[in-house]
Antibody, heavy 125, light 108 residues
Framework: EVQLVQSGAEVKKPGESLKISCKASGYSFTSYWVGWVRQMPGKGLEWMGVIYPDDSDTRYSPSFQGQVTISVDKSISTAYLQWSSLKASDTAMYYC??????????????????WGQGTLVTVSS | EIVLTQSPGTLSLSPGERATLSCRASQSVSNSYLAWYQQKPGQAPRLLIYGASSRATGIPDRFSGSGSGTDFTLTISRLEPEDLAVYYCQQYGSSAYTFGQGTKLEIK
C-alpha cells in the first residue's frame, strides 16, 4: 500500500525555524516527484512545490519561491518542508502528496495521489 | 497563472439526487490536464478524477468527469450521505499548478 506519513503538529513562535517531514512507503520513492500543498484555516488548497527524490530537482510555485525550502533524504524515503523564520501567516495545515504524471522535455505535468494525513503548523506569540 | 473558478460555492442536495459541479479556467487547460479531489471534514484530500475524465483507482462509478478547454464538470450521480465534502479541481496543464476555491456539497 502506498502511504505518506507526516510528522506531528507543531506550535512555534514567530521568527523560529521549522522542518516538517513526510515519509513514503509502498513504492519506489526515487521514481516519483513529491509535492507539498498548503491549506490555511478554513481555506482552499495551494500548491507550494515539488521535488524529485532521485536528484533533488525542485520546482516551486512563484507564490512560495524564497519562502520555504523543499528537500529530501532518499536514504530514508523522506521529504521535508522547512522555514527559516516563521510568520503568523504560515499557520496552516500542510500536506505532502505523491506526484503522478508526466515529465517531458523538462516540463512536469501531473496530479497528486495519495496524500499524507497533514501536519498542522501553528505560529503564535 | 491559470485561475480556476468553481461553482456553485455550496450545493445542497438530497440522497439519490444528481450533483453537477463546475470548474471554469481563465485560459484553456492543455491536454485536458485537470484533476478533481474530494476532501471530507477533517481529512486529507483524495484523488477522484485525472485527465478530466479518468477515474482514480477505487473510485465508484457514481463519480464522473467531463469537459475540455476552459469548462470542466464533475458529476456525482445518486448522491450518498458520505459524499458530504468539499470538492476541488486542479489544473496541471501549466507549470504552475493551481486549484479552484472548492465547492462544498451538503447532503440534506
Amino acid at each position: 500500500e502506498v502511504q505518506l506519513v507526516q510528522s506531528g503538529a507543531e506550535v512555534k513562535k514567530p521568527g523560529e525555524s521549522l522542518k516538517i517531514s513526510c515519509k513514503a512507503s509502498g513504492y519506489s520513492f526515487t521514481s516519483y516527484w513529491v509535492g507539498w500543498v498548503r491549506q490555511m484555516p478554513g481555506k482552499g488548497l495551494e500548491w507550494m512545490g515539488v521535488i524529485y527524490p532521485d536528484d533533488s530537482d525542485t520546482r516551486y510555485s512563484p507564490s512560495f519561491q524564497g519562502q520555504v525550502t523543499i528537500s529530501v533524504d532518499k536514504s530514508i524515503s523522506t521529504a521535508y518542508l522547512q522555514w527559516s523564520s516563521l510568520k503568523a501567516s504560515d499557520t496552516a495545515m500542510y500536506y505532502c502528496a505523491r506526484h503522478v504524471g508526466y515529465y517531458v522535455s523538462g516540463r512536469l505535468s501531473g496530479w497528486f495521489d495519495p496524500w499524507g494525513q497533514g501536519t498542522l503548523v501553528t505560529v503564535s506569540s | 497563472e491559470i485561475v480556476l473558478t468553481q461553482s456553485p460555492g455550496t450545493l445542497s442536495l438530497s440522497p439519490g439526487e444528481r450533483a453537477t459541479l463546475s470548474c471554469r479556467a481563465s485560459q484553456s487547460v492543455s491536454n485536458s490536464y485537470l484533476a478533481w479531489y474530494q476532501q471530507k471534514p477533517g481529512q486529507a484530500p483524495r484523488l477522484l478524477i485525472y485527465g478530466a475524465s479518468s477515474r482514480a483507482t477505487g473510485i465508484p462509478d457514481r463519480f464522473s468527469g467531463s469537459g475540455s478547454g476552459t469548462d470542466f464538470t464533475l458529476t456525482i450521480s445518486r448522491l450518498e450521505p458520505e459524499d458530504l465534502a468539499v470538492y476541488y479541481c486542479q489544473q496541471y496543464g501549466s507549470s504552475a499548478y493551481t486549484f479552484g476555491q472548492g465547492t462544498k456539497l451538503e447532503i440534506k
